[in-house]
Every structure is written in structure tokens, then in C-alpha cells.
């Protein structure tokens, strides 16, 4: 954290009258910054030439919490790290450690959760859009998206018996198989969602206000972006091809036909068309998934305690905010050794300082909407 | 004894104008309220009244019994004064405007005039609320409206120059006299468009709400203000609204005079129009995002400014050529 006091005071000349820049705090009880994120900013003018984040607000030492407890009760707290797209986080840890066990999981299960898993994309991503939006200033856009997110946390609750922090998987499996009803939202849904988007982007894509208030903002190349190591939408948006789902397929993607889209520029306006294009592919996938669903089982015999084979493993899956990895390391008893979360918003904020210098202070609202963020993976 | 009945007289009108005004202006809210909800796919306000229809009031009687707070670094006279600076121009400017073709609080001959010089007055009471808070989103927020007020308000005079020359004069009856036949909006659309985006910046609508951009400066100038002062903030921007209105109506729609073959008293064609207009300023707030200041500034000077210049050139060289 920089110096607040004193040499801030920049005399121009004597006929002028001294100048100060301005230290402005943005945060923790900011109205645009998403959960408690904290932003200092040191602003000449309305220009931005410092920057720094203050993060740790959530911090619940989630990382320890997994080394005191047993791999299954480990399950309902990781919703609560990225709690927008809550099942996401539980498919991280469960195929993590199904991954330190090497079992063989059934299709019918792979499939339901990649279906899950992209519900709870497309919820994040509505979510950040309309955040995002509201943050330019587009309040509509705010309104319908939360529409249709409502639809998916019924869904959620149809399935699983929770809205937001849903504990939607098990080790081995599923605790037991989704109702009918739920499959039957789920096409539902996806029949109604694709003309959604299109109303989403009536309002925005080509909205001139719109246009010139994300293109051109908060640019990072594809090899700055590789250096800071982001990933998610906001590496694609610079135009590097590089999806989880696709590098090193986990689940039933292996399976499955979708499009990777990148974006040429890496500005605001790229990550926001990325995204919008992962929402209509996540929308194909889920018309695959319930088209091809096998039946059978859908949980692997598992014991009843649960003790890994000493060892360690890391697996990451691609969540909507990027790489969401775990690193574990067992000793062979009921619980691991060390857990550690890769998370995905922690890494990418790390390039909001390179992203926002030189910009105008409504460009930083702008450009963290864009790295979609959550506090709740980012301090775990 | 003459002096005293018209004396009357006009206090009667006054108080007829103010109290209407006062009460479009709260059922404004309620209005923008209503439509925006619809727009989002939801119902607004519904609890108060019949689907919500005393909300206005629940609101006034609220914000009235809130505790005033005046924080302790404000400088506390110009603190108060600030939202009177505000609100007290915003109605001023309503004495001047013809509401049909026999009712109107007074006549001047610079009726136009009158108005935009008042409602200049208004970003006083802004710069005036952002520096005697002593927050740094007040102070931010006042300097940008300060600066949007000011520029867009030269694009507004001049849009209506081209009106005033067919017109004529700067009485405000006389100007919509003169629209008799045809309203100028056929005669005048550049000048009308560009009136109208510099209405929005003036008023500090959508997209041009900048000084209360609630994302970047929390509540802009008003962040500090609380109860009362923060609605006297507040009707003044709905009432700065309707005046603006008022006048695009006067001087581009024909003020009161309507379509001579549906008969209808002058007051319910002013109404109609003026609901029409301000329509539409809702409908945009539901629409369209936010301007960024820089962009804002380069579209007044850039683009309206050499935009509205033309307009007053073509006009002078139609009227000296033709009329």
C-alpha cells in the first residue's frame, strides 16, 4: 500500500496554483466494487496513476479448514469459495481427489455434471453481466439477466435443495440421481435461453454508448496476459485459445462438441463478447448433455471411510471465472495433509493493476466488471 | 385597488402553478417508477395505495421525517443553503411558461431568455453542495456536473436560436403563435435533436448522468445529503425535467395549440405533449448506459457544436433567401 500522507503535493509553478493528487477509496462498502474488494486509487485529475488492491476481507482460512476435516465434509465448503457458481468449486475438489484415488466414476454421472457444472457458468456469467452492465450504467440489463438466473437457481433447487451455495456433488458420484422434472427445466431452458442472449446483446453489442465505453479499455496483450497468468475469459479475450474443458478434459468434455471462443483485442468489450458467445455454448452443451444422457448408476462403489493412497495430486477444472485448481497432498489418513486452492479471480486480479493505469476512474469500474471477480475464492 | 386584485390575482395563479408543479413533479417519480419496472419485467411500486399510487406521498412523508444530518467537516451555512440553491430556480422558471393560451403566471418579452438564464443558476447550488460536503465523490461529482452543465447549456441556447428566428421573438405566446400552421420540429429537427440530447446532459439524465454516477462516485454531488435536502436535490431534477420539457413542447411541438380538428382544450394538448417528451426521458434511463466524462465533452464540442452552428447558418441563409 503506498503512502497517503505527504509528497502527494506537485507545485507546478508560482503563477499556477499547486496542484494535489487525489487518493480515493474504492471499497470495501463501494457500490461497484463486487463483494468486498477494496481499491485505493490515485487519481491526477480523473486520470489513474496508482492502484492497489486491498484483499482479505472474506478471508475464512478455508485451506486449513480442509486439512482438519475428512475429504467428504471438505464437499459443502467449497460452495461458499466461488458461491456464484457453486457446483463449479465442488467439481474442482471432487474430481480432485477422485483423481488421488484414480476411480473410475460412471458416465451417467460425468454427464450430469458437466450438464451442472454448466448451469452454474451461465449463472456466474449472468451474474457478471449484469453487474457488469449496471456498472456502464445499462440498469435493464441488470433486471432481465437476474431473470433468467433466477430460472437456474430453481433449477438448482429442483435438483439439489439449494439455490446459491448448492452441495451438488459427492466423492464417486452424485449423492442420487436428478429428478425428471429437472432434466425437463433443464430443456426447457435451454429451448428459451439462446433468444435471451439475443435480447441481452439488442441492448448492448452494438449499442454505440456501449461500444465506446468497453473497446479499447483495459487492453492486455496475449503475452502479458500468459506473464500475469490469468485465464478464463479474460486470457480469451486477448485471443489465446486455452480452455480446461478442452486441454485436459475432465468430466463428460471429452464427449462433447462446443466452440472455444477468443476475442482479438483483449479490451472490455472482447472479455464481454467472450463471454456472451460461453453462455450460448454453454447452452449447446446442455442441449447435448440431456440429448445423449446414458442411464446407469450414478455413483462408483465407494467405502465408507474414505483414505486416500498417500500421494499427491493437483487437478483444476475451468470455471467461469477461470483455472479453479486444487493441490492435495495425503498422508494416507482420513484427512489431507495440505489443501491448496488455486483460485482462478485471486490470480486475474493481479492484472487489474496493469489494466487500469492511465485510464479514467469510470474505466476501473468498467474493468473490473470485466475480470469478473469473486471475493470469495479470492480471499478463501 | 387594481393594483391589489391583480396582486391576487397572481399570488392565486402562483399558488395554483407551484402546487400542481409540486405535485407532477412527485407523481413523476412514481411515473418513472411505474415504466422503468415495466420495462424491467416487473411491477414497481405496489404497495401503497392502489398498485402503489400513494407512494409519492409515503416517500415525501418519509424523506420529511428523516434525521437531517450535517456532517461535522461540512461547512454548515453553504451546506444548507446548496439544495435551496437547487430547488428554488427550478420553479422560478415556471412563471414564465404558457400552460395553455390564457393561463400563464406572467408574460415577459424575454421568456426564453428568462428561462435559460434561471436555469443556469441551478449548478451554483451543485458546485455549492459538492464543496461544502467535504467528500472527496461530492467534490468529484460537483466539478464534473459543474463542467457538463455548463458546456451543454451553450449547445442549448444555440439550438434554440434556430426556433427564435422563425419565431421571431422571445415571448413564449408570441413563439407559439407563430407555430400556428406547422410546428417548427419539421422545420427545425437538427436544432430539435440536438435541444434534446443537451436537455438530457443538462438535466443530468441518462446517458449523460455522470455527476451521480452511483458506480464510480457513489451518489455524485448529494452523496452527503440526507431527508429533506436530499429531496429537495431530487425534485429539482424532476422539475428541471418538466421545464425542460415544457420548453421543447413551446418551442418545437407547438406549446398548446393542437390539431385543429380534435377539439381539445389547450391545457390537455400542452399535457399530452409534455407526457410524450418526458417519456421518452424515461424510456432512455431504461435503455441506454452511461457516457465516460472525456466522451461526453468530445461529443458537446466536437460533434453538437459544429452540428448546431450549421443549423443557425442554413436557417439565417433559408429565411434571408426565401422568407
Same mark, same amino acid.
Given at each position: 500500500m503506498f503512502e497517503v500522507e505527504s509528497s502527494t503535493r506537485i507545485e507546478r509553478s508560482s503563477v499556477m496554483p499547486g496542484t494535489e493528487e487525489l487518493i480515493i477509496n474504492m471499497g470495501p462498502q463501494h457500490p461497484s466494487t463486487h463483494g468486498v474488494l477494496r481499491v485505493i486509487l490515485r487519481l491526477d485529475g480523473e486520470t489513474v496513476t496508482d492502484c492497489d488492491c486491498d484483499i482479505g476481507f472474506l478471508h475464512r482460512g478455508t485451506e486449513k479448514i480442509g486439512e482438519n476435516i475428512t475429504y467428504t465434509m471438505f464437499i459443502p465448503y467449497t460452495d461458499r469459495l466461488d458461491y456464484i457458481a457453486a457446483p463449479s468449486s465442488n467439481l474442482a475438489w471432487v474430481t480432485a481427489v477422485e483423481k488421488l484415488f484414480g476411480w473410475e466414476i460412471p458416465m451417467r454421472a460425468h454427464y450430469i455434471r458437466s450438464l451442472v457444472a454448466e448451469f452454474s457458468r451461465i449463472s456466474s456469467h449472468l451474474l457478471w453481466l449484469a453487474t457488469h452492465a449496471l456498472d456502464i450504467g445499462a440498469m435493464t440489463v441488470f433486471l432481465w439477466c437476474f431473470r433468467e438466473r433466477e430460472m437456474v437457481l430453481d433449477l438448482f433447487e429442483t435438483a439439489f435443495g439449494a439455490r446459491l451455495t448448492v452441495n451438488a456433488f459427492r466423492l464417486g458420484g452424485l449423492f442420487q440421481d436428478v429428478p425428471q422434472k429437472f432434466l425437463d427445466l433443464s430443456q426447457e431452458f435451454a429451448d428459451l435461453f439462446p433468444g435471451r442472449i439475443g435480447d441481452y446483446e439488442t441492448l448492448l453489442t452494438d449499442n454505440r454508448i456501449w461500444l465506446q465505453r468497453t473497446r479499447g479499455i483495459g487492453v492486455i496483450s496475449a503475452d502479458d496476459a500468459i506473464d500475469l497468468s490469468l485465464t478464463g475469459p479474460v486470457l480469451r479475450g486477448s485471443g489465446v485459445r486455452w480452455d480446461i474443458r478442452r486441454a485436459e478434459p475432465y468430466a463428460a468434455y471429452p464427449y462433447l462438441d462446443f466452440v472455444v471462443p477468443v476475442g482479438e483485442n483483449g479490451d472490455v468489450y472482447d472479455r464481454y463478447l467472450v463471454r456472451i458467445e460461453e453462455m450460448r455454448q454453454s447452452t449447446r452443451i446442455i442441449q447435448q448433455c440431456l440429448a445423449q444422457l446414458p442411464k446407469g448408476p450414478v455413483s462408483c462403489k465407494v467405502p465408507r471411510t474414505i483414505k486416500p493412497p498417500a500421494g499427491e495430486v493437483y487437478h483444476s477444472i475451468e470455471n467461469p471465472k477461470g483455472e479453479f485448481g486444487f493441490y492435495l497432498v495425503s498422508d494416507g489418513s482420513e484427512t489431507p495433509y495440505r489443501v491448496r486452492i488455486r483460485p482462478p479471480s485471486f490470480v486475474n486480479l493481479g492484472g487489474l493493476k496493469k489494466l487500469v493505469l492511465g485510464g479514467l476512474v469510470a474505466d476501473v469500474v468498467a474493468i473490473i466488471g470485466s475480470i469478473d471477480i469473486v471475493l470469495g475464492e479470492c480471499d478463501r | 385597488m387594481e393594483i391589489a386584485a391583480e396582486a391576487v390575482i397572481a399570488l392565486v395563479k402562483i399558488a395554483v402553478v407551484l402546487g400542481v408543479v409540486s405535485l407532477v413533479v412527485a407523481y413523476l417519480t412514481y411515473l418513472e417508477r411505474k415504466i422503468i419496472a415495466h420495462i424491467q419485467q416487473r411491477l414497481g411500486p405496489m404497495r401503497v395505495g392502489w398498485h402503489g399510487l400513494l407512494q409519492p406521498i409515503a416517500d415525501g412523508v418519509k424523506l420529511f421525517l428523516k434525521e437531517d444530518i450535517i456532517p461535522d467537516k461540512a461547512d454548515k451555512v453553504v451546506f444548507v443553503i446548496a439544495p435551496i440553491m437547487v430547488l428554488v430556480p427550478a420553479f422560478v422558471? +415556471? *412563471? &414564465?411558461? /404558457? $400552460? *395553455? *393560451?390564457? $393561463? +400563464?403566471?406572467t408574460q415577459v418579452n424575454i421568456g426564453i431568455f428568462f428561462i435559460l438564464a434561471v436555469s443556469s443558476l441551478g449548478v451554483f447550488g451543485i458546485v455549492m453542495a459538492g464543496w461544502a460536503s467535504n467528500s472527496k465523490y461530492s467534490l468529484l461529482g460537483a466539478l464534473r456536473s459543474a463542467a457538463q452543465m455548463l458546456s451543454y447549456e451553450i449547445f442549448l441556447g444555440f439550438s434554440l436560436i434556430g426556433p427564435l428566428m422563425l419565431a421571431g421573438s422571445l415571448n413564449m405566446q408570441k413563439i407559439v403563435e407563430a407555430q400556428s400552421d406547422v410546428w417548427f420540429v419539421f422545420y427545425q429537427p437538427l436544432a430539435f435533436v440536438v435541444f434534446f440530447i443537451a436537455a438530457l446532459a443538462e438535466t443530468n439524465? &441518462? /446517458? $449523460?448522468?455522470l455527476p451521480e454516477a452511483e458506480t464510480e462516485l457513489v451518489a455524485g454531488f448529494h452523496t452527503e445529503y440526507s431527508g429533506m435536502k436530499f429531496a429537495f436535490f431530487f425534485l429539482a431534477e424532476y422539475a428541471n425535467i418538466m421545464v425542460t420539457s415544457s420548453v421543447a413542447v413551446t418551442l418545437f411541438f407547438g406549446g398548446w395549440k393542437g390539431i385543429s380538428w380534435i377539439p381539445l382544450p389547450g391545457f390537455v394538448w400542452y399535457a399530452l405533449k409534455l407526457g410524450a417528451i418526458i417519456f421518452v426521458f424515461i424510456w432512455l434511463r431504461a435503455t441506454l448506459p452511461r457516457y465516460r466524462y472525456d466522451q461526453l465533452m468530445r461529443l458537446g464540442w466536437k460533434f453538437m457544436f459544429p452540428l448546431v452552428m450549421a443549423n443557425i447558418f442554413l436557417t439565417g441563409l433559408v429565411k434571408y433567401l426565401f422568407l
Open positions: - | 422558471e +415556471y *412563471s &414564465v411558461l /404558457p $400552460f *395553455s *393560451s390564457t $393561463f +400563464y403566471i439524465r &441518462v /446517458p $449523460f448522468d
